[in-house]
């Protein structure tokens, strides 16, 4: 049974504890450093592409996380476009290898489009993806040329790829919208793709 206790005005005033916040003793909770803002699954129909749209501009920067898989072809780079932008006023360089060489490249310069990470295809193992996260830093900031950073890979028992890249869009706007496209082929699917805003420092 519960103990029940009488107060009095004398016990209150000498018993209490004094708290210099409102957090009255407790921790402090802080909030993830990552918000999700969307995220999306291909149905069994595939998908073309995948956009994230009508991105708020309340974060410092942006995070893509991704498993993709192709409905055709063999291994493959997604492509990042922002803005609808499919202008040449892209960069990249990228540096990947299979376990057994590395190699290195750009794909060019200018081109429509930054490397967005690694993908699978037909001629992989049916349960195998590519994975990928991708840092899109100070998208928000209208004074700077945006850049992006991406790391992944995949593994198909034995063969597969480790892929790091880094990517500029040549413009000063700030990013309200991030689109992801297949090297060929459509998303297969399960594809899935989640976008993160990242917060800033308090």
Same mark, same amino acid.
């Given at each position: 049974m519960t103990p029940v206790y009488k107060l009095s005005a004398n016990s209150v005033k000498n018993g209490r504890t004094v708290y210099g916040s409102m957090l009255a003793g407790n921790t402090a909770f802080i909030a993830t450093s990552f918000e999700s803002i969307a995220t999306t699954t291909v149905d069994s129909y595939g998908s073309s592409s995948v956009t994230f749209s009508s991105i708020p501009a309340t974060y410092s920067h942006l995070q893509v996380r991704a498993i993709n898989r192709k409905t055709g072809g063999t291994w493959g780079q997604?492509?990042?476009?922002? %803005?609808?932008?499919t202008g040449n006023n892209y960069a990249n360089h990228?540096?990947?290898?299979?376990?057994?060489? #590395? #190699?290195?490249? %750009? %794909?060019?310069?200018? /081109? %429509?489009? /930054?490397?967005?990470?690694v993908e699978t295809g037909t001629t992989q193992s049916a349960s195998v993806f590519g994975s990928y996260v991708i840092d899109i830093l100070d998208y928000a900031n209208t004074n700077k040329y945006k850049t992006t950073r991406s790391l992944g890979g995949g593994d198909n028992n034995g063969s597969g790829y480790c892929w790091f890249s880094s990517g500029v869009w040549m413009n000063t706007n700030a990013i309200t919208s991030i689109t992801l496209t297949p090297e060929n082929n459509n998303y297969a699917q399960y594809s899935h793709f989640a976008l993160y805003g990242i917060k800033g420092a308090a």
């Open positions: 997604t492509r990042l476009t922002v %803005n609808s932008d990228m540096l990947y290898g299979d376990g057994s060489s #590395a #190699a290195s490249g %750009n %794909n060019g310069f200018p /081109i %429509n489009w /930054i490397s967005g990470g």
